[in-house]
């Protein structure tokens, strides 16, 4: 048994019976699926298609009838055309990037802002977090959504928030031990990264520098990852998923036990499918996290598919909370990387290589982790006519590249042109990732 103290924000909703949590979602699910199909086309189409209307929708249980939704919805609907409510209602975009060059965007109304909030807030107070704390944001404040989630659930609570967004490590930590910052928000990576930089700087965790705990997330990590961080800070590292489609960072925290994301069961329904039939599988077994909104107004999402694999569990938590809990996310069913917190989609190198005279589109990307920062390579194949070029028209193809890449992905990658016939072929599915981060 734990004998952690406990907070939580919201107990009435974040400790139910899981009876009356069924009843809240059969309701809110019935009110969401009205106002999808009133109010977005595509979605009525589909629904139409599959023979159900709104009124085939009951309770949870009738959930698996209803049509997925995935990512290329997003891009193909984009920007406005999955709103369920008017243009007007949206006080926000926030965005991610999609599987194609064009970032993926999501609308929210006043009362979304406030839903995502609540859930952030939520998330910090599982981490130990008050109004007393001094919070540190140093997630990317800017159309991804790290940084405004973190800033809205510290807000929320009162706590005295620096938004400092990511980089400047130096600035940073100067901030940390100046204010005497006690929670920090940032992907994982830039934890350790803080956490080394702190020990070369010659800081003590516990005397300059006040951290208790940190809420991470926006990328994969491990067990591993956690006790390192946890040792470098001297802090509780807990965990922390979300997706900008859904709401953002706060769909699912960890509490103090860190032993699985505990979800927001009453904003959202979560699924796990077999992802080759669409079946649900039951609690306890692996497969992909399918999410439901029932609480969005702006732009609710009905059963999206989110690619990422992880399992479910109702099992009793010691923190008190009722909200079922996913374990870390172990893989994705697609082939979207997360470098730098960036989602990556091969598919956009390959968009940027097709449209560039004097290479093939052979390539491969390799993806490795320097000093706690991601790195990204991509080998692309010159033709035969560029191989035999001047050194000066290669150096430029080789540079458009580079700056391609930048715009269209939005991070920087190192470009190396290789021979011709280089790049390994492949009879079956081409293998055009290599990520050494795995090993
Ligand atoms: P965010 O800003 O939260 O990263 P994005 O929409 O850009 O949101 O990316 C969402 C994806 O990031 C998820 O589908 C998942 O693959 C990954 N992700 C987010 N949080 C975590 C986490 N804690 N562990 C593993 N993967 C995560
Ligand atoms: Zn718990």
């Given at each position: 048994?734990?004998?952690?103290?406990?907070?939580?924000?919201?107990?009435?909703?974040?400790?139910?019976?899981r009876?009356?949590?069924?009843?809240?979602?059969?309701?809110?699910?019935?009110?969401?699926?009205?106002?999808?199909?009133?109010?977005?086309?595509?979605?009525?189409?589909?629904?139409?298609?599959?023979?159900?209307?709104?009124?085939?929708?009951?309770?949870?249980?009738?959930?698996?009838?209803?049509?997925?939704?995935?990512?290329?919805?997003?891009?193909?609907?984009?920007?406005?055309?999955?709103?369920?409510?008017?243009?007007?209602?949206?006080?926000?975009?926030?965005?991610?990037?999609?599987?194609?060059?064009?970032?993926?965007?999501?609308?929210?109304?006043?009362?979304?802002?406030?839903?995502?909030?609540?859930?952030?807030?939520?998330?910090?107070?599982?981490?130990?977090?008050?109004?007393?704390?001094?919070?540190?944001?140093?997630?990317?404040?800017?159309?991804?959504?790290?940084?405004?989630?973190?800033?809205?659930?510290?807000?929320?609570?009162?706590?005295?928030?620096?938004?400092?967004?990511?980089?400047?490590?130096?600035?940073?930590?100067?901030?940390?031990?100046?204010?005497?910052?006690?929670?920090?928000?940032?992907?994982?990576?830039?934890?350790?990264?803080?956490?080394?930089?702190?020990?070369?700087?010659?800081?003590?965790?516990?005397?300059?520098?006040?951290?208790?705990?940190?809420?991470?997330?926006?990328?994969?990590?491990?067990?591993?990852?956690?006790?390192?961080?946890?040792?470098?800070?001297?802090?509780?590292?807990?965990?922390?998923?979300?997706?900008?489609?859904?709401?953002?960072?706060?769909?699912?925290?960890?509490?103090?036990e860190?032993?699985?994301?505990?979800?927001?069961?009453?904003?959202?329904?979560?699924?796990?499918?077999?992802?080759?039939?669409?079946?649900?599988?039951?609690?306890?077994?692996?497969?992909?996290?399918?999410?439901?909104?029932?609480?969005?107004?702006?732009?609710?999402?009905?059963?999206?598919?989110?690619?990422?694999?992880?399992?479910?569990t109702v099992e009793k938590c010691a923190c008190g909370r009722t909200?079922?809990r996913?374990?870390?996310?172990?893989?994705?069913?697609?082939?979207?990387?997360?470098?730098?917190?960036?989602?990556?989609?091969?598919?956009?190198?390959?968009?940027?290589?097709?449209?560039?005279?004097?290479?093939?589109?052979?390539?491969?990307?390799?993806?490795?982790?320097?000093?706690?920062?991601?790195?990204?390579?991509?080998?692309?194949?010159?033709?035969?006519?560029?191989?035999?070029?001047?050194?000066?028209?290669?150096?430029?193809?080789?540079?458009?590249?580079?700056?391609?890449?930048?715009?269209?992905?939005?991070?920087?990658?190192?470009?190396?042109?290789?021979?011709?016939?280089?790049?390994?072929?492949?009879?079956?599915?081409?293998?055009?990732?290599?990520?050494?981060?795995?090993?």
């Amino acid at each position: 048994m734990s004998k952690r103290e406990h907070l939580i924000y919201d107990p009435e909703h974040e400790c139910m019976s899981r009876d009356q949590l069924l009843a809240l979602q059969s309701v809110r699910l019935v009110e969401t699926v009205k106002r999808e199909y009133e109010n977005v086309p595509m979605y009525r189409a589909r629904m139409d298609e599959k023979g159900i209307t709104p009124d085939d929708i009951r309770s949870v249980e009738d959930l698996k009838l209803l049509p997925f939704m995935e990512k290329t919805d997003l891009r193909d609907y984009y920007p406005f055309q999955l709103l369920a409510s008017q243009k007007s209602e949206i006080v926000r975009i926030q965005g991610s990037s999609g599987t194609t060059g064009k970032p993926i965007v999501a609308g929210y109304t006043r009362n979304d802002v406030n839903v995502w909030s609540n859930m952030m807030a939520r998330t910090l107070t599982a981490a130990g977090c008050t109004r007393d704390d001094i919070v540190q944001v140093a997630y990317g404040l800017g159309l991804f959504t790290g940084g405004f989630g973190a800033y809205q659930g510290a807000d929320r609570l009162g706590a005295m928030v620096v938004p400092m967004s990511s980089g400047n490590t130096q600035r940073q930590i100067m901030m940390m031990k100046d204010l005497g910052v006690t929670l920090l928000c940032c992907t994982p990576s830039y934890a350790a990264y803080l956490g080394e930089t702190i020990h070369e700087m010659g800081l003590v965790p516990g005397k300059d520098i006040h951290l208790k705990a940190g809420c991470f997330g926006a990328e994969p990590w491990t067990e591993a990852m956690r006790v390192r961080i946890e040792a470098l800070l001297g802090i509780d590292a807990c965990d922390i998923y979300g997706l900008t489609e859904i709401a953002g960072p706060g769909v699912a925290f960890e509490c103090l036990e860190k032993h699985g994301m505990h979800i927001n069961e009453d904003h959202v329904i979560a699924e796990i499918i077999d992802p080759a039939t669409g079946e649900p599988l039951p609690y306890g077994q692996s497969g992909e996290l399918v999410f439901t909104t029932i609480t969005k107004t702006g732009m609710p999402m009905l059963r999206y598919r989110t690619h990422d694999i992880c399992s479910l569990t109702v099992e009793k938590c010691a923190c008190g909370r009722t909200l079922a809990r996913m374990s870390r996310i172990t893989g994705r069913t697609d082939d979207m990387l997360i470098i730098r917190g960036v989602n990556v989609f091969p598919s956009q190198i390959e968009t940027v290589l097709v449209g560039t005279q004097g290479v093939a589109p052979h390539y491969m990307l390799i993806v490795d982790r320097v000093n706690d920062s991601d790195t990204l390579e991509v080998q692309v194949e010159m033709t035969e006519d560029m191989f035999s070029d001047t050194v000066s028209h290669i150096e430029a193809v080789h540079k458009h590249i580079a700056d391609q890449i930048k715009s269209v992905v939005g991070i920087s990658a190192k470009v190396t042109l290789v021979a011709p016939k280089s790049v390994p072929r492949s009879e079956g599915k081409a293998k055009r990732v290599i990520d050494k981060r795995k090993l």
